[in-house]
């Protein structure tokens, strides 16, 4: 009798202060349509549960492992549940970085840590968030990707949603096995193209677990308001095909009007429960990427990652590289840009560019900001097929074999230079001043063609962004000593500087984490309804500008992955802005409010707070 007394009184007066708190913050800051968006992002300082025993310390969202005070072990029903010591967060980090350290490989990091992340989610936040930059190579790339191949293999315990050829008609019912109400960010893969491996089917799921892993350190969205979600419509992939231990669906992909019904019926599931979500769709192979950005990006609030979200921090870097070379940030019309990757990468950054180019004012006209851009793919240049090709007639540009470029890749066609040049050919014949690299061939920026850039500009841009690290266009090592430690180098997996001739030459990172947490918290604080081009710009304009002149002449063109709780707040800033401009904003901005301070009260900060257990009908 005495414990129920004394838990009515600290429900009502948790109650009261929750109230408090958010009405307070709502006052003074942001004002929304309670039923439209329940405001879940501010801290109450307590929270609350209907979970008893032991169904709270398996709960990863609840469990404090051994930080549990007498009190709470007491009303919680666990006392004698875990050790009688009490332990605070800063011992059980002492304890789990010992135990990290004693993992062999990066994967053995990774399966310690994704236990972690199974059951204790403060705990595992925390150590993320005070290691980013290290632990962020092991929670994704390049670990993710290891991870993923063996994600059949190392499965241990369910994470996210799975939406299979199996579930159709059903969906709009499966949504609401998601036990969370509030969602803000949704990461969604089809595993068709994971990182630079190709098809992975189900096996992906890793991929939109460590997106939003960083969604959560990077940007401050809180970890009850996200799900990963695979969308199984089989794998083309004949190893997984016939491996019996593989988890997803055993056919063959749907494809064609099939493919595309599957996910329209997903999304209207998903829009029916969680109206206000960010999408992001993640690792979709070329040509359903952009199929599928045009049919919904006017109509929900999503964007695709590796287009925009890569086109963003790519444009970033080509920015920054401009200020790291004395030029102006304006002046990217006077860029000579070789990009060798010609699939949803390639093609979303070059048009990053382009768009750039165009709001520069600098360029007469889109197809001028085209004309500074030469494509290749794995042929080679996207090029004239007529050029040499002596008496047997010719044939429009874009047809023969080159037929099968959709209008995208047809921009960037050159009539001036044969088709399919290799691209030693095409750095000698169009000395550029940038080489770009999405096309996940590994060793594809030879050693010819990297000396040859270097004979022709003083500091040669070099950037091979594909992923993981063995998928790279060539290694830093390799870029420094072609260009005699002369290069501005940018990689998409990690590397480590590198010494050349007595001189430490940085190495940069154009990651797409510096680009999403941001964008995800600004769209989350703001409510915006749509994702919009102009964001991006935003984003990779407040990303370039962020170096210091110090740091750019030292070849640092930004900050790393652990300053990205920063970056991800002066992103957000900016994307804010661009949804109250573009009259996107759902959440109104009261007049006189920092929109900094707002965005910063708004970031998830992983705490252990009180907890205290209430009946279920309270």
């Known amino acids: ?23 307070n913050y709502s006052r003074r800051a942001l004002t929304t349509t309670a039923a439209a968006f329940p405001d879940l992002r501010m801290e109450t300082m307590v929270q609350t549960t209907t979970k008893h025993g032991m169904d709270v310390i398996h709960d990863p969202l609840l469990s404090k492992g051994t930080a549990f005070s007498l009190s709470e072990r007491e009303r919680l029903g666990i006392r004698g549940l875990v050790p009688p010591r009490t332990q605070e967060m800063d011992k059980q980090l002492q304890r789990i970085i010992r135990n990290l350290r004693e993992c062999r490989t990066p994967l053995e990091k990774f399966v310690f840590m994704t236990a972690l992340q199974d059951r204790n989610e403060t705990l595992f936040y925390r150590l993320l968030i005070d290691n980013l930059q290290e632990l962020s190579q092991i929670i994704y790339t390049p670990t993710v990707g290891d991870a993923c191949k063996r994600f059949h293999s190392i499965y241990r315990r369910a994470r996210g949603m799975y939406f299979s050829s199996l579930d159709r008609g059903q969906m709009a019912a499966m949504v609401h096995n998601w036990p ?86 997903w999304v209207h599931a998903i829009q029916s429960r969680y109206p206000n979500a960010l999408i992001q769709f993640e690792d979709f192979k070329y040509p359903h990427a952009y199929n599928l950005l045009h049919k919904y990006q006017d109509k929900i609030c999503c964007f695709n990652d590796d287009i925009q979200s890569t086109s963003a921090v790519a444009l970033a870097g080509v920015l920054a590289a401009l200020k790291a070379r004395g030029k102006p940030i304006d002046s990217l019309d006077e860029e000579r840009i070789i990009c060798v990757g010609a699939g949803s990468a390639g093609v979303g950054v070059c048009e990053g560019i382009v768009d750039c180019m165009v709001e520069q004012g600098k360029v007469k006209s889109r197809e001028e900001a085209y004309s500074r851009i030469w494509m290749l793919d794995q042929h080679g240049l996207l090029g004239n097929s007529n050029i040499g090709a002596g008496d047997s007639g010719s044939t429009p540009l874009g047809a023969g074999d080159r037929a099968n470029l959709d209008e995208r890749q047809l921009c960037y066609l050159k009539k001036d230079l044969k088709d399919r040049l290799s691209l030693e050919d095409v750095v000698k014949a169009v000395k ?75 190495v940069n990172q154009i990651n797409n984490a510096m680009s999403f947490p941001g964008l995800g918290l600004g769209i989350t604080v703001s409510r915006a309804s749509r994702v919009t081009g102009k964001m991006f710009m935003e984003t990779a304009v407040t990303i370039a500008n962020m170096a210091s002149e110090e740091q750019l002449k030292s070849g640092v063109l930004f900050p790393g992955v652990g300053d990205l709780r920063e970056v991800s707040k002066e992103v957000a800033i900016k994307v804010c802005e661009v949804a109250y401009d573009q009259g996107l904003a759902r959440a109104q901005l009261r007049q ?16 252990y707070v009180p907890t205290i257990r209430i009946d279920g009908h309270m």
């Open 1 to 23: 009798m005495l414990r129920n007394s004394v838990l009515t009184s600290i429900h009502a007066a948790t109650k009261r202060y929750a109230a408090s708190t958010v009405r």
């Open 180 to 265: 969370h109400d509030q969602v803000d960010v949704i990461v969604v893969t089809d595993g068709s193209r994971v990182l630079g491996l190709g098809d992975l089917g189900a096996n992906g799921m890793q991929i939109p677990i460590g997106k939003l892993s960083l969604y959560v350190a990077g940007g401050g969205i809180r970890p009850t308001s996200i799900l990963p979600v695979v969308l199984d419509v089989g794998t083309n992939n004949e190893e997984l095909l016939n491996d019996p231990l593989y988890l997803g669906m055993g056919h063959r992909r749907l494809d064609g009007e099939e493919y595309y019904s599957f996910v329209d019926e």
């Open 432 to 506: 550029p001043t940038v080489i770009l690299g999405l096309s996940g061939a590994p060793g594809v920026f030879t050693e010819g063609a990297i000396r040859a850039m270097a004979d022709g500009v003083e500091k040669p841009v070099v950037f091979p962004l594909s992923n993981p690290t063995h998928q790279s266009e060539c290694t830093a090592e390799q870029a420094f000593n072609w260009t005699d430690g002369r290069a501005i180098f940018a990689s998409g997996s990690p590397f480590k500087d590198v010494e050349y001739k007595g001189k430490i030459c940085k």
């Open 592 to 607: 006189g409010v920092s929109l900094k301070g707002v965005i910063e009260e708004s970031m998830w900060d992983p705490e």
